[in-house]
């Protein structure tokens, strides 16, 4: 199969990017360096600091570039695609980039060195964020950060509208959004993204809850079965009834988190890893009365995403793999897992979330409906294929005019008339 590129930055100002973070060619260092490329995040930065006790504990030394994400993508895009070998181990986005370099052969097979340490425990890690760093059954990848989706709400306005608890399914949602919404003029029942590609994310857990999925078991495109289309209904009619006054399609995260912020819903679904923007009094009207709560189930029961945001992996040129290893070995093993999720980062590991230490940083229900989240969730947020950003515009489309009020089953069967093409386009 032909390497596919998605990338259209310039190739002279990539290269330059890339020889100028790396500093220089495949000769750089030794078989006793271990080349890692990795994003700015906490993650990292809580990484670099543990470095000196990996490095006293085998003899190696640990060369890191670290870069933004648009700079990360181009030079593996570059650097990958040109075959380079100067890199050993290099972060990634599983479910942006996974098929893509999984396809291109860009990752080395990790399955013997996972499954056959005993000491790393491999089937420590969750369901979910494992299927989405594997790829026709081997393992490419190993999940270090996570997010589900849970429900966010508001415990003063339940309390004041007479629930002694928040919704459990999908049906109790929509009933309390109304009665709250009624109760507290000014103040919507219900928000979440309503961008057209930014909302499939969260959508997404609405999809699986109705018991449907992006694609079928075929590999065929499934976004009009009857499934999807009272998730696209629901999703969109709840917004529509009880969101925002003059609600926007164009909304991501950080407008809908305002939204709710600021005093202005009573529930809102998002990403566990943003909790700290309600609960955080700097920056929330509302972080002394937020709550959190599992996914409500809908008729196929509780099914929120399950993700890993960033994994490892190994470059398949890389000469140096056996180190290559070690050092994900270490870095996603037990102990640094644990010390990861202290300091907010949410791990992929089961032990992890079982171990008190791992959750006390976190508010007790949102722990609890990380759990659930973890034990139900389904390991992809969006298509998995290779032009991700496409694939969301053409999915998301239904969610828009579910909202504006327009024919939400007839958007999807055009939707899913869109995606197939768009599959066999990409199979080619």
């Known amino acids: 199969m032909r390497r596919r590129s998605v990338i259209g930055t310039s190739l002279a100002m990539v290269v330059a990017l890339g020889l100028s973070a790396c500093g220089g060619g495949d000769d750089a260092g030794s078989s006793n360096t271990v080349r890692v490329t990795l ?3 906490v993650w990292t930065d809580n990484i670099k600091k543990a470095l000196p006790e990996f490095e006293k504990q085998t003899g190696l030394k640990v060369e890191v570039t670290q870069l933004g994400e648009d700079q990360l993508s181009d030079q593996y895009n570059v650097k990958l695609n040109a075959g380079s070998s100067d890199i050993d181990v290099m972060m990634y986005r599983p479910l942006q980039e996974g098929k893509l370099f999984a396809e291109n052969k860009y990752l080395a097979d990790l399955t013997d060195k996972a499954k056959s340490d005993s000491a790393f425990e491999f089937g420590d890690f969750q369901a979910g964020p494992v299927q989405a760093t594997s790829y026709e059954d081997k393992v490419v ?3 270090i950060i996570t997010e589900q989706e849970v429900l966010y709400y508001r415990k003063d306005l339940l309390e004041k509208s007479g629930f002694t608890a928040p919704p459990k399914t999908l049906d109790e949602l929509k009933a309390q959004a109304a009665k709250v919404e009624a109760d507290n003029p000014g103040v919507a029942g219900f928000v979440s993204r309503t961008g057209k590609a930014a909302a499939v994310t969260q959508f997404s857990s609405f999809l699986y809850s109705f018991g449907g999925d992006f694609v079928d078991a075929n590999g065929k495109a499934s976004v009009n079965t009857d499934q999807a289309k ?19 399609t164009d909304m991501s995260w950080s407008e809908a988190m305002a939204i709710f912020t600021q005093g202005k819903a ?19 009207k509302v972080s002394d009365t937020v709550g959190f709560a599992a996914f409500p189930a809908g008729p196929a029961g509780s099914k929120p995403y399950n ?16 180190n290559a290893w070690k050092f994900i070995q270490w870095a996603a093993g037990k102990e640094q897992a644990l010390a990861q999720q202290k300091a907010g980062v949410p791990s992929a590991r089961t032990s992890v979330w079982q171990n008190p230490e791992g959750s006390a940083s ?28 496409q694939a969301r515009e053409i999915v998301g489309q239904p969610i828009v005019d579910a909202i504006t009020g327009k ?22």
């Open 407 to 428: 024919d939400a089953a007839a958007s999807a069967d055009a939707a899913n008339e869109a995606f197939q093409k768009f599959l066999d386009d990409e199979a080619k």
């Open 307 to 322: 993700i890993p945001s960033w994994a490892l992996g190994v470059n398949e040129t890389s000469k140096n793999q056996d």
């Open 266 to 284: 009573a529930f809102y679904t998002e990403a566990n890893s943003l909790y700290k923007n309600a609960t955080d009094p700097g920056k929330s």
């Open 141 to 143: 990848g190993v999940p």
């Open 39 to 41: 994003v700015n995040h």
């Open 230 to 248: 009272q998730a696209y209904a629901y999703y969109g009619g709840l917004l529509r009834e009880h969101g925002p006054e003059n609600i926007s």
């Open 362 to 389: 976190y508010p007790k229900d949102l722990a609890e409906a990380t759990a659930v989240s973890t034990a139900n969730g389904v390991g992809h947020d969006r298509p998995l294929v290779v032009k991700v950003a």
